[in-house]
């Protein structure tokens, strides 16, 4: 595996900490192809800067932003069964993102459009401030090891980021099937004055029917895992 040098960002956008590692994974011609072919209707370039909501999808609508989206599949079928709200994803594994853009083509969803960056450069540089109704943070890196704890997306100032981009009353999703990330992520939401807890101070959310069953959470049910859903509000 080969790390980039990206991480969880002061207000400054002073570098801190490496938040995860890119994969390695060529496409082949076909799949460059293909990926060109699809940016063009679903890309969204880091150098544009600042986006409008209204002007992306030539509509007005609710808007929900999601990080590490992985292969797809799971953004792809939430934004085909949602056609009234528009769905950002933001991913920066290239075959996951031509992944996404081949599903999205082949089930007609219109209402998705896609980074391919890092989502701290994207949230600081072209997001609109204080409007999107939904950010979503499904099964991000866990850094299991205690010295890489640190490295965690979801800390303190990565909240704070999340609520620069949400509108009030906004729903910031987790999703986890490692206890004590889990863990983590409660003791780093709790502690923000900013948000609230949709389903009561200290409390997990169960599984709203929104978010699909992915089949790495599928299998892990069979194989009696657990995971833990956290929806906090914008205060």
Not at 33 to 52: H, M, P, Q, S, T
Request: proline content about 5%; aromatic content about 10%; hydrophobic content about 35%.
């Amino acid at each position: 595996m080969q790390e980039q040098d990206t991480e969880i960002q002061e207000p400054s956008h002073k570098r801190t900490i490496r938040s995860f590692v890119v994969r390695g994974g060529r496409m082949t011609e076909g799949q460059q192809k293909n990926y060109d072919a699809n940016w063009v209707v679903y890309g969204l370039n880091l150098a544009d800067g600042r986006i409008d909501y209204t002007s992306v999808f030539n509509r007005e609508s609710d808007v929900v932003i999601e990080v590490g989206f992985g292969m797809g599949a799971s953004l792809v079928e939430m934004a085909k069964n949602a056609p009234e709200k528009d769905f950002i994803g933001i991913e920066v594994h290239p075959p996951g993102v031509a992944k996404l853009m081949m599903l999205a083509k082949e089930e007609g969803v219109t209402n998705l459009r896609v980074y391919c960056d890092d989502a701290i450069e994207v949230m600081a540089n072209c997001l609109p401030q204080n409007t999107a109704s939904g950010f979503q943070l499904f099964f991000p890196d866990p850094w299991h090891k205690k010295k890489h704890n640190k490295r965690r997306i979801v800390q303190s100032l990565f909240a704070q980021q999340v609520a620069n981009v949400l509108k009030e009353g906004g729903l910031f999703h987790m999703a986890t099937d490692w206890q004590p990330y889990a863990e983590h992520m409660m003791e780093v939401m709790e502690a923000e004055e900013g948000y609230q807890n949709a389903a009561g101070k200290g409390l997990y959310h169960p599984r709203p029917e929104w978010r699909p069953l992915t089949k790495f959470e599928q299998r892990g049910e069979r194989l009696g895992h657990g995971v833990w859903d956290l929806i906090y509000s914008k205060l």
